[in-house]
């Protein structure tokens, strides 16, 4: 089984295969980079399912340090970003040019909570793709996913069942996982959604911490509150609304263009408020 | 009274045809147990179950021209796939439906050749098993495809388990599901050409999934939750080999019986532990 790096190989493939789009592997980051480098760029892209196009005109450049909130509705294209970012879509049109690897860090409840894996065996799982097909973990291997746990503030809870794991210590595991995979560009599906509060500040706090290690953060959310406190905004809604300071970005008519009738505006004002399940798209 | 019970256990193993069937038993119990415990984990109970009746035709047309079993099972297999793919594509009828009518079709043919007039003496083994007709060259082809089941399961861990963790994360993380799949299919194949001489066609599912579904309600982790499986699988095997020399009762059925029965009542104590441990309702 050739299980070579997903990300890069598919990305690759992609590339020689989009019609008319074009996605790009280069440079590979050292850790410990400078804040500040480009990862990621995405210059016009469109990718969609069969025919139709989910996501067109996506443009935004991505650098370490930054935490990037992703807005948008149930099938807005949120979704189909990290689908293209993960090299499982096509790029349609436009450019995508990768200079790191990717990671996902999944919702928790997609996860199957009574498989009787310990959380050490899920951050393991981020390990497959660097070592030969025929080859179980080793010392090193497990050492590296300690480290990552104990990055997480989880080190303590190696052998404990993922299930009987809190959501908010679950969703840390995940990112433990994504961390062990030496990427710089972090995908986080909505990953508050279900947390407590103490849960979610740790998050939050661990969000700030990898920022400030020098990944970048591509964070799906609907909480346009927390947005307000990252570095840059994307909104989406089929297209790219939006992208820039959160501060500029976030008015009540970008927010009405992105959510349009899931939007509710409160007072005259900028106040809004969403309307959302979480469905994907 | 210890000489008794001395002679009550080991007196079935005093001939060889009963050393041989306890040699084939264990490795049926530690492929079976190890192997089954994926299925449960994939959630591919049924197609365990159902895979060995896909094969049952190919086995016996194989049984019948002198060829190798795995030949014949694999083209059992390659034209169930083929009939499922040609039944998909007619609109009134659904997915579930072509798969059960298939492999329904195929037992059937099965069963007609097997159960043949015509056909020689062992042919019907292959649906009943004779794990007490077994040569030593049967055990050591059902060793060498334990072994191969082994080193696969071994070598497919990390993959298996991602897969069976989260099947979209899996995929970005490196492992492609699908031939994951494919993979774990070919080995229920493997398993089953281990189990169907000892075991029968019919029985196969019972060596499969019962243990390895028995170790899940109380394995806390996968390793676990295998070593107790292999140890349903081994423990029934045997028990069954028992009943089936001092009731002289079929030697398959009394297998699969005693581990069927075994896994009720697991179901049932697990469920009387989580009964136990509810908390009460507040007054």
């Known amino acids: ?281 | 009274m210890s000489g008794v019970l001395s002679n009550v256990v080991l007196d079935p193993f005093a001939q060889g045809i009963m050393q041989r069937a306890l040699v084939e038993i264990v490795l049926l119990g530690i492929a079976g147990g190890l192997l089954g415990c994926w299925i449960v984990f994939h959630r591919l109970s049924y197609s365990a179950e159902a895979l060995p009746h896909a094969m049952f035709p190919g086995l016996v047309g194989a049984a019948l021209i002198g060829a190798p079993l795995v030949l014949g099972g694999a083209v059992g297999l390659l034209v169930a796939a083929l009939a499922i793919s040609a039944a998909a594509r007619i609109p009134t009828i659904d997915r579930d439906t072509s798969i059960s009518v298939v492999f329904t079709s195929m037992f059937g043919l099965g069963v007609l050749l097997a159960l043949s007039p015509d056909s020689p003496p062992g042919v019907q083994e292959l649906l009943f098993g004779d794990v007490l007709g077994l040569t030593a060259g049967d055990v050591a082809t059902a060793a060498g495809l334990t072994a191969v089941v082994l080193i696969a399961l071994r070598v497919l861990h990390p993959r298996l388990l991602a897969t069976a963790f989260d099947r979209d994360a899996a995929r970005t993380l490196g492992v492609r599901p699908g031939l994951v799949d494919l993979l774990l299919v070919t080995l229920i194949a493997v398993a089953t050409l281990i189990c169907v001489q000892a075991l029968g066609n019919l029985f196969v599912a019972a060596t499969l999934v019962a243990p390895a579904a028995g170790a899940r309600l109380f394995g806390r982790g996968v390793p676990t939750t295998m070593a107790i499986a292999c140890g349903i699988a081994i423990a029934c095997g045997i028990a069954g080999l028992y009943l089936s020399y001092y009731a002289h009762t079929a030697t398959g059925a009394s297998i699969a019986g005693v581990t069927v029965a075994v896994y009720v009542v697991l179901a049932g104590a697990a469920r009387l532990a989580a009964l136990r441990d509810r908390p009460l309702p507040a007054r």
């Open chain 1, 1 to 281: 089984m050739s299980d070579d790096h997903p990300q890069m190989s598919t990305t690759e493939a992609i590339g020689a295969a989009a019609t008319g789009g074009v996605a790009e592997v280069c440079g590979h980051a050292a850790a410990g980079d400078e804040p500040g480098r480009l990862l990621l760029e995405l210059d016009g892209v469109a990718a969609g399912y069969d025919q139709a196009l989910a996501l067109r005109d996506v443009g935004f450049r991505a650098h370490a340090g930054e935490r990037i909130a992703i807005l948008g509705p149930n099938g807005g294209g949120k979704t189909t970003l990290f689908r293209v970012v993960l090299g499982e879509l096509a790029v349609r049109e436009g450019r995508l040019a990768l200079h790191d690897e990717v990671a996902v860090v999944p919702q928790t409840e997609r996860s199957r909570l009574d498989f009787p894996v310990s959380a050490l065996d899920v951050v393991l799982m981020g390990t497959i793709a660097h070592r030969p097909w025929w080859r179980g973990a080793g010392r090193e291997e497990r050492a590296k996913a300690r480290a990552a746990l104990r990055a997480v503030g989880l080190e303590d809870r190696a052998d404990a069942g993922f299930g009987a794991l809190s959501g908010g210590q679950r969703q840390r595991v995940l990112v433990a996982r994504a961390l062990v995979r030496d990427s710089r560009i972090l995908l986080f599906d909505e990953p508050f959604t279900g947390l407590d509060t103490a849960s979610s500040e740790r998050l939050q706090q661990l969000i700030d911490e990898l920022a400030a290690a020098g990944h970048v953060l591509l964070i799906a959310t609907h909480d346009v509150g927390q947005a307000r406190g990252w570095d840059r905004v994307l909104c989406l809604n089929g297209r790219q609304v939006a992208f820039g300071d959160p501060a500029a970005t976030l008015t009540a008519d970008t927010l009405q263009a992105t959510y349009g009738h899931d939007l509710l505006r409160l007072g005259d004002g900028d106040a809004v408020a969403v309307i959302c399940d979480h469905r994907h798209g």
